[in-house]
């Protein structure tokens, strides 16, 4: 059920990304909210951390880059890593039990990475239709 929740919200952050070029991708309004593609980048870039790094113990480190990535980063490619690293926490949460414990000390264990995965992605998702709203006026899931 988790995972499950995860994908809508993903799916909802991915539709807001949706029909935009790469310039709107990029554009922000004034007052501190993130780009569209920010988002798509920050998320995957949470999903890595939390995932390869807290749970597999690998290094990992946080830049900030990912919220404002330059204008190199296609929608196209902020997309496709997305959805590629959904698929990779997906496929090690599916290979997991909710109850283990992560490779790092004194973190939770993956049903907590998870729900925090998911408030993580709900938070943004409402922040990137905030966004796309000012953007274009689009509205909704």
Same mark, same amino acid.
């Given at each position: 059920?988790?995972? $499950?929740?995860?994908?809508? @919200? ?6 807001? +990304? #949706?029909?935009?070029?790469?310039? &709107?991708?990029? %554009?922000?309004? $004034?007052?501190?909210?993130? =780009? !569209?593609?920010?988002?798509? /980048?920050? @998320?995957?870039?949470?999903? %890595? ?8 113990? &690998?290094?990992?480190?946080? *830049?900030?880059?990912?919220?404002? =990535? =330059? *204008?190199?980063?296609?929608? /196209?490619?902020?997309?496709? #890593?997305? !959805?590629?690293?959904?698929? &990779?926490?997906? $496929?090690?949460?599916? /290979?997991?039990?909710? *109850?283990?414990?992560? #490779?790092?000390?004194? #973190? =939770?264990?993956?049903?907590?990475? +998870?729900?925090?995965? !998911?408030?993580?992605? *709900? ?9 796309? $709203?000012? @953007?274009?006026? /689009?509205?909704?899931?």
């Amino acid at each position: 059920m988790l995972l $499950q929740w995860l994908d809508y @919200l993903r799916g909802t952050v991915l539709r807001k +990304l #949706a029909g935009l070029d790469d310039g &709107q991708a990029h %554009w922000r309004p $004034q007052g501190g909210l993130l =780009p !569209v593609i920010g988002i798509v /980048s920050h @998320l995957t870039h949470v999903e %890595w951390r939390w995932i390869d790094g807290v749970m597999r113990g &690998q290094d990992v480190s946080r *830049a900030d880059e990912e919220f404002w =990535p =330059p *204008a190199t980063l296609t929608a /196209s490619a902020a997309r496709s #890593a997305y !959805v590629e690293r959904a698929r &990779q926490t997906n $496929q090690f949460v599916r /290979s997991r039990g909710l *109850a283990d414990v992560p #490779a790092t000390a004194d #973190a =939770p264990d993956l049903r907590w990475v +998870l729900i925090h995965l !998911v408030n993580e992605t *709900a938070r943004h998702a409402g922040h990137a239709d905030a966004t796309r $709203q000012l @953007l274009d006026g /689009s509205t909704g899931e």
